[in-house]
């Protein structure tokens, strides 16, 4: 049980720093208009 939990905490940060990077490209995307 700890290694899923363990396996899934990571793949949730992986996911939300995927989310941040994307955001930030937007950002920069906008910004350049």
Same mark, same amino acid.
């Given at each position: 049980? &700890? #290694? @899923? @939990? %363990?396996? +899934?905490? *990571? *793949? !949730? /940060? @992986?996911?939300? !720093? /995927?989310? *941040? #990077? +994307? &955001?930030?490209?937007?950002? +920069? /995307? &906008?910004? %350049?208009?």
């Amino acid at each position: 049980m &700890l #290694d @899923t @939990t %363990s396996k +899934n905490v *990571e *793949e !949730g /940060a @992986t996911y939300i !720093g /995927a989310m *941040e #990077d +994307n &955001l930030q490209a937007m950002k +920069n /995307a &906008l910004g %350049s208009k």
